[in-house]
């Protein structure tokens, strides 16, 4: 069973996996001034579950067009990563938070634009009617689960960034190019699944 697999693979220590820790390893050092956010990690319970993504508005200041989880920074009123997530998917992508059955946390991943990260996993019923905000979210559309956890899909590619060279993970599925932190935090969860509980 999903939910099952899930959370042993969440509760699982972890410590002999190759897990990303972020964009970069000089980020390690520097969490205290970085953004707090969470996004929501939206599997579909059906026989081929799928992974609800989003791709973000070209307009947003803050990488725009890519392909994201539905998520953002943890606000002062919310009542830690979990709250914020709900919170994030519901202002992006309508979806409510009492549909989510939420699984736990994911390891957390901290980007070279200031944000550490925790991915909040979650079982959404499947074919919910969900709608993009349209001030974030240009589309709103789900990957097989199977696809982007298979390490076959995982491509290592790299990019000068602000004069350093940027290693990442790359994930294409159909048009849509899924890289970064998103790609970051699917390679995470993919190694903690093949990895025994």
């Not at 997530?85 to 957390?108: N, W």
Request: proline fraction near 7%; charged fraction near 25%.
């Amino acid at each position: 069973m999903l939910e099952a697999r899930l959370r042993r693979a969440l509760d699982a220590d972890g410590g002999e996996l190759a897990l990303l820790s972020g964009d970069s390893r000089e980020l390690i050092d520097s969490v205290e001034a970085m953004t707090a956010a969470a996004v929501l990690v939206a599997i579909t319970d059906r026989a081929e579950p799928g992974v609800i993504l989003t791709q973000r508005t070209d307009t947003l200041r803050r990488h725009p067009g890519q392909v994201a989880f539905p998520g953002g920074r943890i606000d002062p009123d919310d009542a830690g990563e979990i709250a914020a997530a709900l919170r994030e998917a519901q202002e992006e992508v309508a979806l409510p938070p009492s549909t989510v059955r939420v699984i736990g946390t994911g390891d957390r991943y901290r980007t070279g634009t200031g944000f550490d990260i925790t991915p909040v996993i979650g079982i959404i019923p499947p074919d919910l009617a969900l709608v993009p905000s349209e001030a974030e979210v240009a589309a709103v559309f789900e990957v097989p689960l199977a696809f982007v956890l298979d390490p076959a899909n995982h491509r290592l590619a790299s990019a000068e960034w602000q004069g350093r060279r940027r290693n990442f993970y790359e994930i294409h599925w159909q048009d849509r190019r899924i890289w970064g932190a998103t790609a970051g935090m699917i390679v995470n969860l993919s190694r903690r699944l093949a990895w025994p509980a």
